[in-house]
Structure formats: structure tokens, C-alpha cells
């Protein structure tokens, strides 16, 4: 029997390792966060990790538009942006593809027909928060990301059930893998629209309020208006509703950070769910 | 109707293949061609013109990442200012349906409530 160990959520803005000092205290407050959460991987050990994100048009165009698409391959190139300009260095990153193919295969057999992918490359939706969980890089990650950025988006009751399917094939594994879950990406921001900069802190602290109450079903109820009061940002949380599902029903998250970060154009927060 | 999709697929190419974005600054006309970009898009990207292809329908995300494809920096720093900036006054994005469009700051808010956000953003929320 395979076992979840460990739910985190977390922020993605590029600002993260990109514009440091421009984020001043808020920031190191912010990395601090990141730091706890890393403490608490590292109690658990986690033999693989599930890394639930969104991409930004960096494999997908929309002549193919997977509305979840699990990245079955050995290995994965990440992150696509410029050194310069993320400070992360590119690398491969190891990933799972036994365990892939089985997710998708027991997925498709319970009538949730997955997409997948064998050569996925990685942006900073996916490599912020590995860059400060596992700096090494020395933990598997097989990447599912989702179509939060062109609507029309999956329903995230569904990505909820997404998690709940997560859950029960790892349960299902004799090797008795643990397993972190990691959801990243929110809380509230918009891009490339007018309103860049904005933070909707009321939105943010709602999302953080039900996540400490272990309300979860309720995140998952709520509509695409609902989630778009946080802007077109905000829909990446689906990315944090995946891990949702695959916790034990309504386990109470510990917030580690909450920072509204004007230069990060991002409310930036990072939660994790002991199991 | 341009909806920008011929475009977009040009910056997402680009994005991915250096030698493409080469050939694409050293004759542009040739290579807006050989993806036989409409010409109100070929226009917009002449004209540097951000408003245009964001209004005709270029995902933001695309957007942001496609800067430098339109004669602006991409500098992080930049991204969120100047280029920021240059939708000033853009109307409403045709892909984009549940997202709130309160528009840029007001007196330098950048911290926003519900409260804030446009009448139809307003109602009552699953607490």
C-alpha cells in the first residue's frame, strides 16, 4: 500500500527568483514559508512526487489543448525561461514514467480519460516550488498539468476528483511508495491584462480560510465567476483543488506563508497538509 | 476578422525555436508570410500594436511572453510596467469570460476587496 505523505500548495510568480530584493521583506517572509515546507518534505521522505501545475503556451498551443495532461516521461527539461531572467538553471529533472503509466491507465479504466505526454518541458509554474522543496532535484516528479489558462478550463469538481483518483491509485501501489502531492500556482493575480498588479487580498484570504478550516469541498464547488474575482491568475488553483482531493476528507492545511507581493504582481501564499 | 490565432502560433514557435525567431528578425515580412498571418495581424505587429492583437483575442499569457516579439523588453521588471502600460485603455478580451476586469489601480491601490470589483463580480460567494 502506497501512501500520500504530505500536500503542499504554493505560489509560482516568476518574481519568486526573479525579483528578489525588489520584494524586500514581504519576500524573505514569503521564501521563509518555503523554507518550513521544505523541513516538512524532508521529515517525510517522499520516494516520488506528484507535481500538479499549469504551463504558460510552453507545450501547448491551441491546435492541442490537453485539459490534464500527465507527463509520463524518464526525465523532463525544465525551466524553459532564461537564466537571466528566472535565476534558476536549466536541468532535467527525473521523472516516474512506471508510475505515470499506471495513474493513467487505472485512470482510463474508472472512466476518466487522461491525457499524456512522454517529453513535457517544465516553466516556472513547475520548477518555483521544486526549486525550494527538493533544490536537488533527487526526488522523482511526474508533472500533470492543466489547461488553466484558455477557456474553457476543467470544472474543478473535477479536478478534485482528479485527486481522489490520485489518492486511490497510490493506495493501490504493492511497492508502498510515498508520495508527495504538490499543487502550485494563484492565489490572486492577472496577467497580461490592464489590471497586472493588482492583488484582490479578500479573495486570498477567503481561498486560505477555507484551505485552515479544511472546508475543501467547498473550494471544489466553487464556479469559474467565482474563481475569476482573482483574476485570470486565479484559475491556477485548480492546480491546488488536485491536491485537495487527494488528502483524507477535510484535513485542515497550515498556512506557511501569505504574502500579498505588489512587485510579484501576486497574492503569494504556500500551504501544506500533514497526513 | 483576424482572432489572432496565426500569430499566436507564431510567437509560441518562436518562443520554442531560436533559429525561428533568428530568421523572423532578419526578414519578418517573410516569415509573418510563411505563416500566413492575416493581414490586420500582420498590421498589429508592424505597428508594435498590443491593444490590437490583445482585443482581437492573443491569450495574455501569450501576450507576456511574446514581448520582445513586438519591440519591448522583457525584463520582468518591465513586463509589469511598460508593457503593462501599452494595454492601457484595451477593451475586453474575446477569451477571456470569468476573469474580473476592475481596469489599472485607482490612486495607486494595488490591494483590492470584492468590493472593488465591477457589479457583476460582486455577488454572493460560497463562504
Redesign the interface.
Same mark, same amino acid.
Not at chain 1, 492577472?190 to 479573495?203: A, D, K, R, S
Not at chain 1, 464547488?221 to 485570470?232: A, F, L, M, R, V
Not at chain 2, 522583457?74 to 521588471?77: G, H, L, P, V, W
Given at each position: 500500500m502506497g501512501e500520500i505523505v504530505l500536500g503542499i500548495g504554493s505560489s509560482h510568480a *516568476?518574481?519568486v527568483t526573479?525579483?528578489v530584493e525588489?520584494a524586500g521583506e514581504q519576500g524573505a517572509r514569503f521564501h521563509a514559508g518555503l523554507h518550513k515546507i521544505r523541513e516538512e518534505f524532508e521529515k517525510v521522505k517522499p520516494d516520488v512526487i506528484i507535481e500538479i501545475a499549469n504551463e $504558460?503556451?510552453?507545450n501547448f498551443?491551441?491546435?492541442n489543448m490537453p485539459s490534464i495532461c500527465v507527463g509520463m516521461g524518464e526525465q523532463h527539461f525544465g525551466p524553459?525561461e532564461p537564466e537571466s531572467?528566472l535565476k534558476i538553471p536549466h536541468r532535467m529533472i527525473p521523472g516516474h514514467p512506471e508510475l505515470a503509466r499506471e495513474l493513467v491507465k487505472q485512470a482510463i479504466n474508472s472512466g476518466f480519460d487522461l491525457s499524456f505526454s512522454e517529453e513535457l518541458a517544465l516553466d516556472h509554474g513547475s520548477i518555483i516550488p521544486l526549486h525550494f522543496v527538493t533544490p536537488n532535484y533527487d526526488v522523482p516528479v511526474i508533472p500533470i498539468i492543466l489547461n488553466n489558462?484558455?477557456?474553457p478550463m476543467p470544472n474543478p469538481r473535477r479536478i478534485f476528483q482528479l485527486g481522489q483518483l490520485i489518492r486511490q491509485v497510490v493506495a493501490s501501489r504493492p511497492k508502498g511508495e510515498k508520495v508527495a502531492v504538490i499543487g502550485t500556482g494563484g492565489i490572486s493575480h492577472?496577467?497580461?491584462?490592464?489590471?497586472?498588479? @493588482?492583488?484582490?487580498?479578500?479573495?486570498d484570504e477567503?481561498f486560505l480560510d477555507n484551505i485552515e478550516k479544511g472546508k475543501l469541498e467547498?473550494i471544489a464547488?466553487?464556479?469559474?465567476?467565482?474563481?475569476?474575482?482573482?483574476?485570470?491568475g486565479a $484559475?491556477e488553483i485548480r492546480n491546488w483543488i488536485g491536491v485537495m482531493g487527494s488528502m483524507p476528507a477535510n484535513s485542515k492545511g497550515e498556512v506557511a506563508t501569505y504574502e *500579498?507581493v505588489?512587485?510579484w504582481?501576486t497574492g503569494c501564499g504556500a500551504v501544506y497538509w500533514k497526513v | 476578422m483576424a482572432n489572432g490565432?496565426r500569430a499566436?502560433?507564431l510567437f509560441?514557435d518562436m518562443?520554442?525555436n531560436p533559429q525561428l525567431f533568428a530568421r523572423y528578425q532578419a526578414d519578418r515580412e517573410a516569415v509573418m508570410g510563411e505563416y500566413r498571418l492575416p493581414e490586420d495581424e500582420k498590421q498589429a505587429i508592424r505597428d508594435g500594436n498590443t491593444i490590437a492583437l490583445?482585443e482581437m483575442g492573443i491569450?495574455?499569457? @501569450?501576450?507576456?511572453?511574446s514581448a520582445r516579439f513586438l519591440g519591448q523588453s522583457?525584463?520582468?521588471?518591465s513586463l509589469?510596467t511598460d508593457?503593462?502600460k501599452s &494595454?492601457?485603455?484595451?477593451g475586453p478580451?474575446p477569451?477571456?469570460?470569468?476573469?474580473?476586469?476592475?481596469?489599472?489601480?485607482k490612486n495607486g491601490k494595488? &490591494?483590492?476587496?470584492?468590493e472593488? @470589483?465591477p457589479a457583476?463580480?460582486r455577488?454572493a460567494?460560497?463562504?
Open positions: *516568476p518574481g526573479g525579483q525588489e $504558460h503556451f510552453v498551443y491551441l491546435d524553459v531572467w489558462v484558455m477557456e492577472w496577467v497580461g491584462t490592464p489590471e497586472m498588479g @493588482l492583488i484582490n487580498v479578500e479573495f477567503r467547498s464547488d466553487w464556479t469559474p465567476d467565482e474563481i475569476g474575482k482573482g483574476g485570470n $484559475h *500579498p505588489v512587485p504582481v | 490565432y499566436g502560433k509560441f518562443n520554442r490583445y491569450n495574455p499569457y @501569450l501576450m507576456v511572453s522583457s525584463d520582468m521588471a509589469v508593457f503593462t &494595454l492601457e485603455g484595451a478580451s477569451v477571456i469570460d470569468s476573469v474580473a476586469n476592475p481596469g489599472p489601480p494595488w &490591494l483590492i476587496r470584492d472593488d @470589483l457583476r463580480w455577488g460567494v460560497k463562504k
